[in-house]
């Protein structure tokens, strides 16, 4: 069964960083992503890392967040940089269902509980 697990959600103010881990157990597959769901807001996908070692990114983010995985580790990581109040959101890394990284959650095989950045203008 795989499983998922965030760490280092924060509290932080506006142009500051945060790098966000998920470590990974028991996937064999070669796409990961990075959701997130804002208050009153659906789940948003952010960021995918597939097999060839290449991120993608939504616009919101695009320039400003990095995507990267440790595979001797099995941890993926988010560097998260000049954020802003909209980052605002609980952070969800999730294991995809096939080798091609689709961003909807049925593509999802797998989630973490999530870990909470908050960001203060």
């Known amino acids: 069964q795989v499983h998922l697990v965030e760490s280092g959600g924060d509290s932080v103010q506006a142009g500051g960083s945060l790098e966000l881990s998920c470590v990974v157990v028991?996937?064999?597959?070669?796409?990961l992503a990075w959701f997130r769901q804002a208050p009153g807001k659906g789940r948003e996908w952010i960021s995918s890392?597939?097999?060839?070692?290449?991120?993608t990114y939504s616009d919101a983010v695009w320039g400003r967040f990095t995507i990267a995985k440790d595979n001797a580790k099995n941890i993926l990581y988010l560097q998260m940089n000049n954020l802003k109040p909209e980052d605002t959101a609980a952070y969800y890394c999730?294991?995809?269902?096939?080798?091609?990284?689709?961003?909807?959650?049925?593509?999802?095989?797998?989630w973490g509980r999530g870990t909470q950045v908050t960001v203060s203008s």
């Open positions: 890392k597939d097999a060839s070692g290449e991120g």
């Open positions: 028991n996937y064999d597959g070669s796409c």
């Open positions: 999730a294991a995809g269902r096939s080798p091609t990284c689709f961003r909807s959650d049925y593509a999802q095989s797998a």
